[in-house]
């Protein structure tokens, strides 16, 4: 067989998702001709005229475009091989179905296709009525339309045959003794290509008694088709990393391997690269104890210093040559008011003001952003780091990290070990630096601190690595890969934020709330490689590394909190979520001030006491419970924030004790004479002791705690308010909270939707204590 025929190694298109466009195949040739790559085999699950529709011929235009498929694959030197996929509701016994089989490879033929495939993958066993009274098994079924199809097309040398048990796992009982595959090896015509997956249908590694095995059965070599870097089961998941766990001398036991790789076109430059440097690796000996010449490190390393070239290539979406137009309308909701909350006012979450181009960094803001008064700004700026902006390039240390944190579906690469390893310590360990927990050896509480300093810097990487993908001149690359590199960013500062929080905030065992160590039952204790094993399939435990990252929090069971689409416009704006500072409250009350002003067209009626909106909206939040508020910052400085009470019923008590005193002595009552303040000023100590009401036990019997969140409503990218939202709620849970509530104008429907949507349901309307308010509650 290998000296009659030729070895084929390529790629599958094969994956569940949008299919590649012609730009995308046309590059995909050149990559192949380029590596060494000789096979090429469509078959696209999405292609409606390939496997739902598959007894439809094509269009004339489509003929065109399949035509100039085969032919520029032809001219890179690569076989262009047309797979069907009729099993889904072909009647084998049916002589129609088995005429417009033919007729359709014939038609294919007929367009310069020498080599084609069959797939009965991912179907039904069962027969209809007339089938089974035809064949024996329905392996029989399969192999008299095998081979009848074969014959019809003039015997190609070039044939696959996909079968329903493709992969060990999927052999009932076992691939010795499968029936079914004995039934394909004794009568499927012997040239006649099986195709296998290996042990799993995402192997981690390809095994020579697992292949000879199969070989046995089937009576033939198998080809592989390789699932190691397809990621249509998860659209958290990523695969960069290098073709790996296939030892060069397999190809004596195989027809041939063929790529089935990420659906994202872009992403697939260093799984193809490194499997055309394995392809041209010599088999080598058979059982020698010499290391075998196929490294898939130096691989890797190799593909990474030719993939910094392709990155830094302005390049449009898509691998089209003009820049593509817009495929969705700019919201237009720039002049649309701010909703607002009459007694305690609660600010817009962002805008709907795009930015006007996804490529101008970090100064793409809208107007309005771009008039916001600066504040200190991110730390990265006082610590001398450049801030993400312009059309840049990607440092090798980016990319290397990129690769790392999305690496393969059983295997993390070293920066993705190294966060999810210093996440896991720091959580078994935080009782370390609890609030209320027993004295520490200070060279403990050191190391603690230095793991978690760490590990934030290594979330301020990720960051500004998103940035730079954002920012990059190569825009086919930013599209397929920014909604893997968004969800990580996003991931990354929630546990950042939390890390940042536990030390000198989490209670300790002591605490009759609970504690963050009560809290492992509720979050994972494992890391999802650990969870998996070497015989698991990967969609056992889905996330990649933001999904580890997130099941290590308090909250990590919400999904909701953390799978969301990205921003139709990918903004390069640097973010930062972290606990908030008493230096952050002169910030916070600007910002709040100048919301206020957007809710009344600009007029400052608070001039003679600037910190009355500030003292009515957060100021008892952080003065009584500062451990529970999160500050949102751009480079601009502070443009968010989320306030949080523990024990609502505590807090109220501690408000009349303490903060309601001190602020009848600020705002004292009527006076006359030209120090008397305004009539609305006077009033402020009696409408926060109405803001302080009671609300019912049964509201807090179940919602213990409450919230708010205030943020400009120029942010570019929405998510970040969801990221500072959901930072507070690992908070409250860490400490023991079941349930949180906020308050919500019913006119306030941007407010509600966004919420809903993070889990949270209406609990009271028009009853908490009696205001017109919508009260939204959600358990944690």
């Known amino acids: 067989m290998e000296e009659r025929s030729p070895f084929l190694c390529g790629v599958v298109e094969g994956f569940y998702g949008r299919p590649w466009s012609m730009d995308q195949r046309r590059v995909l040739f050149q990559w192949m001709q380029h590596w060494g790559l000789n096979t090429y085999l469509y078959g696209p699950k999405d292609d409606l005229k390939h496997r739902l529709l598959w007894r439809e011929v094509y269009s004339p235009e489509e003929e065109g475009q399949l035509r100039t498929l085969v032919t520029e694959a032809r001219s890179r030197g690569v076989t262009f091989v047309y797979a069907l996929s009729p099993g889904q509701d072909i009647v084998f016994s049916s002589a129609c179905d088995l005429t417009l089989l033919k007729r359709k490879l014939k038609q294919v033929s007929d367009l310069g296709c020498e080599a084609f495939a069959i797939l009965f993958d991912d179907i039904d066993h069962s027969m209809c009525q007339a089938d089974s009274e035809a064949f024996a098994s329905f392996a029989h079924a399969q192999v008299s339309v095998a081979n009848e199809i074969y014959r019809s097309l003039g015997e190609p040398s070039v044939f696959l045959f996909c079968p329903t048990e493709y992969c060990g796992s999927l052999c009932s009982p076992c691939v010795s003794k499968s029936s079914y595959l004995q039934t394909l090896g004794a009568d499927l015509q012997p040239n006649i290509s099986v195709i296998w997956t290996g042990s799993k249908v995402i192997s981690r590694t390809l095994s020579v008694d697992c292949l000879e095995e199969v070989g046995s059965v089937l009576q033939r070599p198998p080809l592989i088709w ?9 659209s958290r998941r990523l695969f960069l990393g290098p073709f790996k766990g296939r030892e060069p001398q397999l190809r004596r036991r195989l027809r041939g391997l063929l790529l089935n790789p990420n659906c994202e076109f872009e992403a697939n430059y260093i799984p193809l690269h490194t499997l055309g440097t394995w392809h041209r690796t010599p088999p080598g000996g058979e ?20 993939w910094m070239d392709e990155l830094n290539q302005p390049l449009q979406p898509g691998r089209q040559s003009t820049t593509p137009t817009s495929r969705a309308k700019t919201p237009d909701r720039a002049d649309r008011p701010p909703a607002t909350a009459k007694p305690l006012p609660m600010f817009p979450l962002s805008s709907g003001s795009p930015p006007t181009s996804p490529a101008k960094g970090g100064e793409n803001g809208s107007e309005g952003e771009a008039k916001r008064p600066p504040g200190e700004g991110l730390k990265h700026k006082a610590q001398g780091r450049v801030p993400c902006g312009g059309k840049g390039l990607l440092s090798e240390a980016q990319v290397r990290l990129l690769v790392g944190l999305h690496y393969l579906p059983h295997e993390h690469g070293p920066a993705a070990q190294r966060l999810l390893q210093d996440l896991t310590w720091l959580k078994s360990n935080c009782h370390l630096v609890s609030l209320n927990g027993k004295k520490t050896a200070q060279q403990k509480v050191e190391e603690w601190r230095g793991r978690a300093s760490r590990l934030m810097a290594l979330c301020e990487d990720i960051a500004e690595l998103h940035c730079s993908v954002v920012g990059g001149v190569n825009r086919a690359v930013l599209y397929d890969l920014y909604p893997y590199v968004w969800d990580l960013r996003n991931t990354a500062l929630v546990a950042k934020a939390f890390v940042c929080w536990l030390d000198g905030r989490v209670l300790g065992d002591s605490s009759t709330l609970g504690s963050w160590k009560n809290c492992f039952h509720w979050c994972g204790t494992t890391t999802g490689a650990e969870l998996l094993g070497v015989d698991s399939e990967p969609w056992v435990f889905k996330g990649g590394v933001s999904g580890e990252v997130q099941m290590l929090l308090p909250i990590g069971s919400s999904t909701e909190l953390f799978t969301h689409p990205p921003p139709l416009f990918p903004t390069s704006r640097l973010y930062n979520v972290r606990p908030y500072h008493s230096k952050d409250k002169v910030e916070l009350y600007r910002m709040v001030r100048q919301l206020h002003l957007r809710t009344q067209g600009g007029k400052d009626s608070n001039s003679t006491h600037p910190d009355v909106t500030g003292d009515r909206c957060l100021g008892a939040c952080l003065a009584l419970c500062p451990e529970y508020s999160f500050v949102l910052e751009d480079e601009l400085g502070v443009c968010g924030c989320v306030t949080g009470v523990q024990d609502v019923r505590a807090f109220i008590k501690r408000c009349h004790a303490t903060w309601m005193p001190a602020m009848r002595d600020k705002y004292p009552g009527p006076r006359t004479g030209p120090s008397a303040l305004p009539a609305h000023t006077q009033d402020l100590p009696l409408l926060m002791e109405e803001d302080q009401g009671e609300y019912p036990d049964s509201l807090l019997h179940h919602f213990p705690s409450q919230l708010r969140l205030d943020a400009l409503p120029q942010l570019v990218d929405a998510s970040v308010s969801r990221t500072l939202l959901t930072a507070l709620l690992a908070a409250l849970k860490a400490n023991g909270s079941q349930g949180v509530f906020c308050e919500v104008q ?35």
Not at 287 to 306: F, I, K, T, V
């Open 226 to 234: 390789d699932n190691l870097h397809a990621n249509d089961y998860d």
């Open 287 to 306: 059982g020698g104890d010499d290391e075998p010449e196929y490294c898939p490190d130096s691989a890797l390393s190799e593909a990474l210093r030719d």
């Open 746 to 780: 019913p006119t306030d429907r941007q407010r509600m939707e966004f919420l809903t949507k993070l889990g949270f349901l209406e609990i009271l309307r028009g009853e908490a204590r009696s205001r017109e308010g919508v009260v939204l509650g959600r358990l944690l």
